[in-house]
């Protein structure tokens, strides 16, 4: 998963670091006036959030900061531990929970209908059937509007980032597999396109809207450029975030990050 050092934004919420913003700035910018909406649209400035395979809490503890409720399943006790202690250390454990458990049996752990967002970030890759994850996701968003905030891994990017390192085998394995891989050693169990990861939330219920890719230069300009030269961290964090919502980059992009609401 994702982790944001606490730095603060603006607003006083936790914000990602520099370095973290390359690869989880467009999504929490997303995030941050997605809730935002939601919160306005209600009248109630506290919503209850679902963080599913959220781990210590990259996502959970800053959107805690901002004033909302966040439950948290993961299946490990160690990432629940660290969770408790990172709220903890925020000073927002009073409104972050954890919950052991895990995507397909959210049901089981989690309340039905009762919430106006849940992320799955990073899990739609790994779950043995990603219909029957979606499904139990749906069911737990809140009817009237509550909003589906889907991170997964991008067929593109694997494709590209293969190609760059040499890989050209690889790179065509990943271009023609239906999961996306590019081999027995790939440690992502499959990959999605825009259009595949829109058809899986139509499918489960839900309304498709905005697409954005993520992480679609950051993990491929070498490190060095960008802590040698003067302000050039900030300019790619900038051109990440307007590559992002242009469909020609999300088709490359390492993730894609996709927003489906409940009718």
Do not use: K
Request: a negative charge; charged letters at 20%; one cysteine or more.
């Amino acid at each position: 998963m994702p982790s944001n050092p606490p730095a603060r934004d603006a607003g006083g919420a936790a914000a990602p670091g520099p370095h973290t913003a390359l690869r989880t700035g467009v999504v929490w910018e997303v995030l941050r006036r997605t809730l935002g909406e939601r919160a306005a649209g209600t009248g109630r400035p506290a919503l209850d959030v679902l963080d599913t395979g959220g781990g210590s809490g990259s996502f959970a503890v800053p959107v805690a900061r901002l004033g909302h409720r966040v439950t948290v399943v993961d299946p490990s006790p160690d990432a629940l531990f660290a969770l408790a202690r990172r709220a903890a250390e925020e000073g927002v454990a009073d409104r972050v929970h954890g919950v052991q458990g895990d995507t397909q049996g959210l049901l089981e752990v989690a309340e039905p209908g009762g919430y106006d967002m849940v992320f799955c970030h990073g899990v739609l890759e790994y779950v043995d059937d990603p219909r029957a994850g979606l499904a139990a996701v749906a069911g737990a968003l809140r009817p009237g509007g509550g909003t589906l905030s889907l991170l997964a891994a991008g067929v593109g990017g694997a494709v590209l980032s293969r190609a760059l390192a040499g890989r050209f085998t690889e790179a065509r394995r990943a271009l023609g597999d239906p999961d996306g891989r590019w081999g027995e050693a790939d440690p992502v169990p499959r990959r999605y396109t825009p259009a595949e990861l829109s058809a899986l939330v139509t499918e489960a219920g839900l309304e498709p809207g905005a697409v954005h890719g993520v992480r679609i230069f950051a993990d491929l300009v070498p490190g060095v450029l960008v802590d040698t030269e003067p302000d050039a961290l900030r300019a790619l964090a900038a051109l990440e975030a307007e590559a992002a919502e242009l469909p020609a980059f999300q088709a490359v992009a390492g993730q894609l990050h996709l927003l489906a609401r409940l009718p």
